[in-house]
């Protein structure tokens, strides 16, 4: 297990959280040295490239994809925890702790990547906006209009406070880096093999489901998290969690839906709806269908604003838990 008690690692948290908050992902770090993540991501594509055969039957490829998964979240859960060893045998080793777990949280790299988009609004108008949202969102952007572009940046800011802050967060907190690493590995290989192509569908399967299963939990906090936050961009906690408990399960994913109904019934606005991602349309319902669709650079200000508090009050919680704790 790890070799910090849960106390301890709640005040790692914190350090972690103040570190992303104030520093985030520093460009002239990461183009010196590769991340973390892309270590992740060559082992998973090595993976892909070795036992995804085409050839194979369906039923193969599935079993070969779950014993991959089986790996992987071995190999990262082992270094965690040979990491973990090395600096609680090293004087003042636990203040590197803070500093790794730092690396795989994102609500500073998040924010500036969603904040691109609002200032390429005011800048360069719709198409610098297309620009800046294609980095962060998978779907066609020249099928987006000046609300698409919007909804898109708004939706990416919710569902990634949830899968790039809460959870691993939250996996942290409850079995340190080798959960924090076993979390982002799961995460990345979902995002890699965990989509359902004619290629990854088989492969990718036990990727996809277990990154629904690892993000349930904070999926569920990240919107209470939003909806607590939602008087910071003018709405009210009530509307974002009703929003929340009547429109999360309309969405495909178990886990999306929570924080984007949360941030839709924060800001009074629909999200969700009918989106293209390259040729292929998915009709999906609104969320928070009653609100404002039209949506504008104004609503991604709000989002951000949602985004900030959250993460305070993400972190205070977690400040008030280990204070509870010692008490």
């Known amino acids: ?49 070795t036992f995804n055969r085409d ?16 790996v992987l979240v071995a190999i990262a859960w082992f270094a965690g925890v040979a990491i973990e060893r090395v600096l609680a045998g090293v004087p003042y080793g636990v203040v590197l702790v803070p500093l790794i777990a ?19 609004f005011h800048s360069g108008g719709l198409e610098a906006a297309r620009q800046a949202v294609s980095m962060i969102v998978g779907r066609d952007p020249d099928s987006l209009d000046r609300a698409g572009v919007a909804r898109a940046a708004i939706e990416s800011t919710a569902e990634n406070f949830s899968d790039g802050v809460v959870a691993p967060a939250f996996w942290f907190a409850v079995f340190g880096l080798p959960g924090l690493f076993t979390y982002k590995m799961i995460n990345t290989a979902d995002s890699m093999i965990g989509h359902r192509s004619a290629r990854h569908e088989a492969f990718g399967w036990a990727a996809a489901r277990l990154d629904d299963l690892v ?28 929003a929340m408990l009547d429109d999360a399960r309309k969405h495909r994913s178990p886990n999306a839906g929570w924080p984007e109904a949360a941030m839709a019934g924060a800001l009074g606005i629909a999200l969700a709806g009918p989106r293209r991602y390259g040729e292929r349309v998915v009709e999906d319902p609104y969320l928070n269908d009653a609100g ?29 838990l280990w204070l509870w704790l010692k008490s």
Not at 108 to 113: E, I, K, N
Not at 217 to 225: N, V
């Open 215 to 242: 993000n349930l939990p904070a999926s569920r906090l990240a919107g209470f998290l939003i909806a607590m936050a939602a008087p910071f961009a003018g709405g009210t906690i009530r509307q974002s969690a009703l």
């Open 292 to 320: 404002r669709h039209e949506a504008g650079p104004g609503d991604i200000g709000r989002a951000l604003k949602v985004l900030r508090a959250a993460t305070v009050l993400g972190g205070t919680t977690v400040l008030m």
């Open 55 to 70: 050839t194979a039957a369906s039923g193969v490829r599935r079993a070969a994809g779950v014993a991959v998964v089986i």
């Open 102 to 120: 730092s690396v795989f949280l994102a609500s500073r790299s998040l924010y500036d990547h969603v904040a691109r988009v609002l200032n390429a």
């Open 1 to 49: 297990m790890t070799e910090f008690p849960f106390d301890i690692r709640l005040l790692l948290l914190i350090a972690a959280i103040a570190i992303d908050g104030l520093v985030g992902d520093p460009d002239w770090l990461w183009r010196r040295l590769p991340h973390p993540v892309t270590w992740f991501g060559a082992l998973i594509g090595f993976c892909d490239r």
